[in-house]
C-alpha cells in the first residue's frame, strides 16, 4: 500500500535532497510514497509574505498566523477528502507533542495520508493545533530550529516499515527495538586488523553458538546502556501494561 505526505513547511527546499536519496529515494521512484512539499508562504496575501506575527499578552519572538496555514492545509484536505474513504492523519511537529517511538512508527505506517505541519521556534497560533485537529508529535528531548528534520524524520521511519520499501521482506522485523533490545556486535573481513580481532566464536562455524553469543551480547549491552528497553520488555513478556504495541 502507498502512503502520500504533504508537508506545509516555509523551508520546501530542506526536503529535495534528503528524501531523494536511499530507502526514501527509492520508494518515491517506485510510487510506493508520494512527497508534496507545499510552500506556506503561497497561502499568504499580503506583499511581504508573512506567516508569523507578534504574541498577543508580549513576548519575545512571533506566532505562525491561523490564516496561511489554515488554507494551505484546506488546500492539501480538498485533494484528499474526495478519496476512498478520507481518511487522514494530521500531524504538527512541536516539541510539546507525543514523543515518537517505534509503536508510533509501526502506526503511522498503516495510513494512506499524512499532512505534517513543520513548526519553529516561533510556536503555532493555538487555534491551529485545536481549529485543524492537528496532533502533535515530538522527536524527542532536545532542542531543534524547526519541525523540517523532525518531519523527515517520520518520513524515513515511517517508509522503511512499508512492504516492499526494504531489499528483505525480514529485515525491519528482526531489528533492534522491534525485539527491544539493541543489535549485537557485527564484524567482517578481515579477521585482524590493526591488531583488533573478531571473537573466535563467529569464525568457528557453529551456527548455535553464534546465534547465542549475538543474544548474550544484545541483552549485556542493552542492560549496560539502555535499563529502559529491558523495563518495558519484561512487563510486555508478563503481559502488563506496557507502550509497545
Ligand atoms: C521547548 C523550547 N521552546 C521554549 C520556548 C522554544 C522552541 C524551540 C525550538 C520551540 C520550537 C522549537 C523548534 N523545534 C521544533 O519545531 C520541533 C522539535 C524539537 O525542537 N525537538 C524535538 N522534536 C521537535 S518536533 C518540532
Not at 40 to 45: A, K, P, S, V, Y
Not at 177 to 195: A, H, I, K, S
Request: with cysteine.
Amino acid at each position: 500500500m502507498a502512503v502520500r505526505f504533504d508537508i506545509i513547511t516555509i523551508f520546501p527546499g530542506m526536503f529535495s535532497s534528503a528524501m531523494g536519496e536511499s530507502i526514501v529515494g527509492r520508494a518515491v521512484k517506485s510510487g510506493l510514497a508520494e512527497i508534496n512539499c507545499v510552500d506556506l508562504r503561497d497561502f499568504t496575501e499580503d506583499r511581504y509574505r508573512s506567516i508569523d506575527d507578534r504574541p498577543y499578552g508580549g513576548g519575545p519572538g512571533m506566532v505562525f498566523k491561523p490564516e496561511p496555514v489554515f488554507d494551505a492545509v484546506e488546500s492539501v484536505l480538498s485533494e484528499v477528502e474526495p478519496l476512498a474513504d478520507g481518511r487522514v492523519r494530521k500531524i504538527i511537529l512541536t516539541p510539546q507533542g507525543r514523543r515518537l517511538d517505534q509503536p508510533l512508527m509501526r502506526e503511522l505506517a498503516q495510513e494512506e495520508r499524512i499532512v505534517m505541519l513543520c513548526g519553529h521556534y516561533e510556536g503555532f497560533d493555538e487555534r491551529i493545533i485545536e481549529g485543524l485537529d492537528f496532533e502533535e508529535v515530538s522527536i524527542g528531548d532536545y532542542v531543534l530550529s524547526g519541525g523540517e528534520l523532525p518531519a523527515m524524520v517520520l518520513v524515513d521511519g515511517i517508509v522503511r516499515l512499508l512492504p516492499g520499501a526494504l531489499g528483505h521482506p525480514e529485515s525491519s522485523s528482526r531489528e533492534s527495538f522491534e525485539n527491544g533490545v539493541l543489535d549485537y556486535p557485527q564484524y567482517t573481513r578481515p579477521p585482524e586488523y590493526r591488531g583488533l580481532k573478531v571473537p573466535d566464536v563467529l569464525l568457528s562455524g557453529n551456527h548455535a553458538e553464534i546465534e547465542q553469543w549475538r543474544r548474550q551480547q544484545s541483552l549485556e549491552r542493552t542492560r549496560e546502556r539502555r535499563g529502559d528497553l529491558l523495563e518495558n520488555k519484561e512487563l510486555q513478556e508478563t503481559g502488563q501494561e506496557h507502550d509497545k504495541t
